[in-house]
């Protein structure tokens, strides 16, 4: 996407140092099948327009909210951008239902921008876990006549200028397999107290129903075949002690993601396990820097 005069001036005011006072409030997105979806909007207090993120929660397709992110979403919004961290339908709202609320949530953003104080010709996705599987599902795949709404809310520009990818489960029927073995006893880790295989191969079942499902939304796989409209570049943290996702796991969706000619950085952070930047500490504090100098770098038209 060109960089107009409102980009550059949104991308010159982003300081990763966070000066900004933030502010936050709800606000109803989409109304799917009647039921309403809210967005939590920070943003910083000084006039924009700022440049904006959409933040897509973990919670294996299944559990948590808008709220989860909290931590990094604050932080980001205060080196200047407004953050819009989405509901979205989970679990038994079976897949593609996902998808296209987060995609929805990345229109909403580029038709109320003005009244979000947010930059439309610069957006971006956030996203942990099997968050970060929609965001990058969203990031490459639009305009995928499966994952559009039939409702007249869906037309609208779905693209986003980058993503960053927070130990993403880019592989759902690979994460899925990899469980299966750890359900007959594994050894606990410190860095992943809740790490559930059971639960977790639960949660893929309700909202894939099946392992052909799963393949379809795999990354990798849609990188392989070629089945994508959009290549930006993108940003991945992986826990050196992650047992929700294997370091393997991912290396095979950076590997597939430079075959396929996209621009991706890789970096693995010691020392912790799965979510790890979801909690104040000075872990995520190095995390969420990482993420702002990575924004500031796109933002500044650095490729």
Known sequence: MSEGPQQRAAAQRFDPAGPHEVRFSDVEYARPNGSPLLARVYRPVAAGPWPALVDVHGGAWTYLDR????????????CGM???ALDFRQGADRFPASIRDVLNGVRFVRSHAAELDAAPGSIGLVGGSSGGHLCLLAALCPEEPEFQEDAAGAQGDASVDYALALWPIADPLARYRYLEPLLAG?????????????????????????????LRASIPRILRAGELQRLPPIWIAHPEHDRNVTL?????????????????????????????????GPAADRCIARMAAFCAAILAGSR
């Open 186 to 214: 594994f050894a606990p880790s410190p860095h992943d107290p809740w790490f559930d295989p059971a639960r977790l191969r639960a949660a893929h079942e309700a909202h894939f129903a099946d392992e052909a499902t799963m």
């Open 67 to 78: 709220n989860s992110d909290a931590n990094f979403d604050r932080a980001l919004a205060a």
């Open 82 to 84: 407004v953050v819009v």
């Open 248 to 280: 393997a796991m991912t290396e095979e969706l950076v590997a597939a993601y430079r075959a396929a000619g996209g621009r991706v950085l890789l970096e693995v952070f010691p020392d912790v396990g799965h979510a790890f930047a979801n909690f104040p």
